[in-house]
């Protein structure tokens, strides 16, 4: 009885190293998809952390890719770089009118695809889907062919113009997306209720496809301010932020680019968590 | 074509149109045209009529002194593959192990996402999209710095031998990763992750997870689980999310720019430079057409196979 109580209480130790080994390793299994996904979001965080960091550097020389000293000189002065602010705010007014008139259009167009039915349906279709398909650099190239042969000065137009052009294929999807999912009984609704057609559109049709316009917007503004490849085959000597920061590349990068980038991914993120607070409020009231 | 419709509705060739006019009057009938007219304008004079005009350019000859000519010169597209064939052939193979670097990674955090992160869901999303806000020139020349001879990041690869392997595989050279291919595709697999993951995301977000349970009733293993039901359930997200990275992935140029050398160039640095430096139009027209027709054939054919194999 005592031999095997012994044997009892001496027996666990031994087998237990396995056991927790097992039980890690089982752990391990269990947990290997969100590791794995942690890893992947912290691979896409990285880089902005580094540029966090190295808005607070001082280099030596002109490269800002390596580690000197502290300091909070480029926080104090992000303007500081000649042409930096004034390319970030050209930018800005770009991807601004780019948003209105891609918005605008690419509004009318999705609600033509997701109400009516038309001849030319499938057509639109296609032509609305290929500037997604399609290389960048295939659309820059060609929209700088014609603008070259027609004798068009490069410059704020021609970079408006192509903005608007590829924006509005990601402002139709995302409206039409909404639309088509609307209960079309709400209208009829409405309309049973005495509606005029401009009220009905204006009180219930708007409201309700009012996000998916909202995202479009967001989408064509993100799409219009951060691009480089069709900008940079359609802006002639005019130079937006994507561009300066290119040019920096070759030129030596100052450390004003890393705080832009930084207060850039800052208001991101709270406008995000805004957002969020605001749609939580909506849904509890 | 609304306006030849408008004017002329007898002389339409249908006897079904008069009728329907009746039903509905002209000015409603014409109002999806009315709404389309200025956004389908828009883009068939500038994303549409380029195209046309730049088959046509691809086939001139001339220089910037005496202006260029028509003259169905269609060498040009083979000098153009002739010189070029080795800058398609790394677009197409950069952009392919990218793409397969962004499923591989971004499966997992999709995953994560619709089924595992329960409260934090939001923020795990917030964390996705976040990121993309900085500039993207930014973030990859971020790249540069982590990536950087003797830093932290190379150290680790070379003391766990890693770069021994890829270097074996030619994917990088010695004891550094910047202006190597390994650099250049793992900027490619960095800037397109989110055009993977967000696909993958709302296909899987659509699964009943008692679906999973139901798999797991009837004694399917998590693996089985996996591999029986959720993958083919995701099949849309995976071909739309390939698609989403491939594309982009093969026609771009400025992850081989910054993070690469002159031995990684891709066909849009070819592009680029043909247009923007060397000026020779017709060269820079016919291999960005020859880009479009090759991602054009290689898309129809992936969409055919997976529609046909995995999709149904």
Redesign the interface.
């Known amino acids: 009885m005592a031999d095997t109580e012994t044997t009892a209480a001496t027996a666990p130790p031994t087998k237990r190293p396995p056991r927790t080994t097992n039980k890690a390793l089982l752990w391990l299994r269990r947990n290997l998809v969100t590791l794995a996904g942690l890893c992947t979001l912290a691979y896409l965080i990285l880089p902005n952390l580094v540029v966090l960091v190295f808005s607070f550097n001082k280099p030596n020389g002109r490269f800002n890719y390596q580690w000197q000293r502290f300091s909070t000189d480029a926080w104090t002065d992000p303007c500081g770089v000649a042409d930096l602010c004034g390319s970030l705010g050209l930018s800005l007014q770009i991807a601004l009118w780019a948003t209105l008139g891609a918005t605008a259009l690419g509004t009318m167009i999705a609600f033509a695809l997701a109400r009516y039915r038309f001849r030319a349906r499938s057509g639109v279709n296609a032509l609305i889907f290929l500037p997604m398909a399609m290389p960048e650099v295939v659309m820059a190239a060609s929209l700088a062919t014609l603008f070259l042969n027609m004798g068009i000065r490069f410059g704020f137009w021609t970079i408006l113009i192509a903005h608007i052009m590829f924006c509005l294929s990601f402002v139709v999807t995302a409206v039409k997306a909404r639309v088509m999912s609307m209960d079309p009984r709400l209208e009829q609704a409405a309309q049973d209720l005495y509606a005029s057609p401009a009220q009905t559109f204006l009180r219930v049709t708007l409201p309700i496809a009012a996000p998916g316009i909202a995202a479009g917007a967001l989408l064509s503004f993100a799409l219009s301010f951060d691009d480089f490849i069709i900008t940079n085959f359609n802006a002639g000597s005019t130079v937006t932020f994507p561009m300066f920061v290119w040019g920096s590349a070759q030129r030596g990068t100052p450390v004003q680019i890393n705080v832009i980038g930084t207060a850039m991914f800052l208001v991101a993120v709270v406008c995000v968590i805004v957002g969020q607070l605001a749609g939580r409020r909506r849904k509890r009231s | 074509?609304t306006t030849t419709e408008a004017p002329a509705p007898p002389s339409g060739p249908a006897g079904a149109e008069p009728l329907q006019a009746r039903k509905t009057p002209a000015r409603k009938r014409l109002?999806?045209?009315w709404?389309?007219l200025?956004?389908?304008l828009?883009?068939?004079v500038?994303?549409?009529?380029?195209?046309v005009?730049?088959a046509s350019?691809s086939l001139q000859t001339g220089s910037l002194e005496d202006g260029f000519t028509v003259t169905w010169h269609f060498a040009t597209y083979l000098d153009a593959i002739a010189e070029y064939w080795p800058q398609f052939l790394r677009s197409v193979l950069y952009a392919a192990i990218a793409t397969a670097l962004c499923l591989l990674?971004?499966y997992?955090?999709?995953?994560?996402?619709a089924f595992?992160a329960g409260r934090w869901r939001?923020l795990?999303m917030?964390?996705?999209?976040?990121?993309?806000?900085?500039?993207?020139?930014?973030?990859?020349?971020?790249?540069?710095?982590?990536l950087?001879d003797g830093g932290p990041v190379v150290g680790v690869l070379n003391s766990l031998h890693v770069l021994d392997v890829t270097s074996w595989l030619g994917m990088t050279e010695g004891q550094r990763v910047l202006a190597t291919p390994l650099a250049v595709v793992c900027g490619l697999t960095?800037n397109f992750?989110?055009f993977m993951i967000l696909p993958l995301y709302s296909s899987l977000e659509r699964i009943d997870p008692r679906l999973h349970e139901a798999a797991g009733d009837l004694y399917a293993r998590p693996a089985t689980t996996f591999r029986r039901v959720t993958f083919p359930l995701s099949m849309p997200g995976v071909v739309a999310g390939t698609?989403l990275t491939f594309?982009?992935a093969?026609?771009?140029?400025?992850n081989a720019e910054?993070l690469g050398s002159t031995d990684q160039k891709m066909i849009?640095n070819v592009?680029?430079s043909q247009?923007?430096r060397v000026l020779d139009?017709p060269t820079?027209?016919a291999l960005?057409?020859i880009?479009?027709a090759a991602?054009?054939a290689m898309?129809t054919i992936y969409i055919r196979k997976s529609g046909t194999e995995e999709l149904v």
């Open positions: 074509m109002v999806p045209y709404l389309l200025p956004g389908i828009w883009l068939v500038f994303f549409a009529a380029p195209l005009y730049q350019t990674l971004g997992p955090l999709a995953y994560l996402i595992k939001n795990v917030i964390l996705v999209i976040a990121p993309f806000f900085t500039s993207f020139l930014i973030r990859t020349l971020a790249w540069k710095t982590i950087a960095y992750l989110p698609l594309i982009p093969a026609g771009d140029y400025i910054l849009g592009i680029q247009f923007l139009y820079a027209a960005s057409f880009l479009m991602i054009l898309v």
